[in-house]
């Protein structure tokens, strides 16, 4: 055997970590060993400190073992260690600010009380809701693992060299003193991307049901650009959309309604707090969009399915304006022509991993195997069909 291999228990010394911990993950097929003889014994290797070191963080962070054990991967090569350590980073530093936020409230509860000699209840619910964040850590971590991942693949591949989101700001046609709220802005990349392009007497509302993806794109955007002072933040559900009627030009979807529990009312409040004037933009895929990775996974594995339901079945390029057409008129759809032609498969595999399907499942345990499969319909250049585009349309007010 070329690759070096430790015992459980030498593994478990060079980690600073119990026997039993080692077992107990194998066991709960969170770290499985890399070799085992055909006397049982178990043995790790060097690559197995990568995943442990995963396992430990996420743990540390308050991730349950049923969590980590569908976030992570059985091997990991450089690529998706790069992402994952990139994506732990920025975790902790929201772990760090939300800490911070935590020692200054009860900094402020604490002098108040020894002011005034009495408690502010206010502050206790403060405290409350600071110290209950920690519920929306693995969302968070889920959400821009996965947001990384599809952005890369199409930003390393796409053959239209405009690009998405230029396309898309292309597609808003901005002008002077206009009121913009895009829902479900993720981590900013709308606009990070075009930030060249806006000019400074716009007011752009970003908003997100997930604080985090909003704290992703107000550090995005103010390292990005002087102009960030246009930019402000909003975390709520887009049912309920909290501002008067007639209150925006614009409104920005970008593969967001298939995602919605009640797409009506989402239309019907985005209708609301549209100017008689203004525009609804909201992007969607069709039945047609990156088949071919699909039919790859199948190929490997016919239990894996990537996606619960199909989204465009939902809301879609072929039935989104009649589902459109009960709060909008005017609509006009634009497809987005591109495709991708992949040659390497580790932004494939990661993409595939993203997804809200039973991938992981069924992966995690044969990773190995996967990548290899992957790397062979690699070796020629595949190409994966895109079918994108959006609808514009106005309110339809009485």
Known sequence: MNTKY???????????????????????????PSYVNE????????????????????????????????????DTDSHL???????????????????????????????????????????????IHLTSMENTLRTQYLNANNISARINLHALYSQ?????????????????????????????????ENVSRLSHSVDV??????????????RLLSEATPTSSVFSYAAFDCHSIPYEDNSFDLVIANHLLFYCDDIDKVCSEVARVLKPDGRFICSTYGSGHM????????????????????????????????????????????????CLVVDKPEPLIEYILSCHGNQNQYLSDRYKDFRKFMSEKTKKALKISKEAGLFICTPIKT
């Open 6 to 32: 430790y015992t459980s228990g030498q593994f478990a010394g060079k980690a600073g970590v119990s026997v039993r911990t080692i077992r107990f993950y194998d066991k709960e097929n969170i770290l499985k």
């Open 39 to 74: 006397n049982g014994k178990r043995f790790y290797s060097d690559e197995d400190f990568a995943r442990l070191q995963q396992v430990l963080l996420l743990k540390y962070l308050g991730f349950s073992l049923e969590d980590i054990r569908g976030i992570t991967v059985s």
């Open 81 to 127: 260690l790069l992402n994952s350590l990139r994506i732990q980073s920025k975790l902790i530093a929201d772990k760090i600010e939300q800490m911070q936020l935590v020692a200054q409230t009860i900094n402020d509860t604490t002098a108040a009380i020894e002011k005034n000699n009495s408690v502010d209840w206010s502050s206790m619910l403060d405290l």
């Open 160 to 192: 239209n060299k405009q690009g998405w989101f230029p396309w898309i700001y292309e597609m808003l046609n901005i002008t002077e003193d206009m009121n913009i709220l895009e829902l479900g802005c993720g981590n900013g990349a709308l606009w990070t």
């Open 205 to 218: 509302t970003l908003s997100d049901i997930s604080e985090g993806m909003l704290r992703d794109a107000r």
């Open 291 to 338: 088949k071919e990775i699909s039919r790859l996974v199948q190929e490997f594995d016919n239990r894996v399915v990537l996606s619960a339901e199909s989204l465009y079945d939902r809301f879609g390029l072929d039935n989104g304006e009649s589902i459109l057409s009960k709060h909008f008129d005017r609509i006009t759809k634009h497809i987005y022509d591109d």
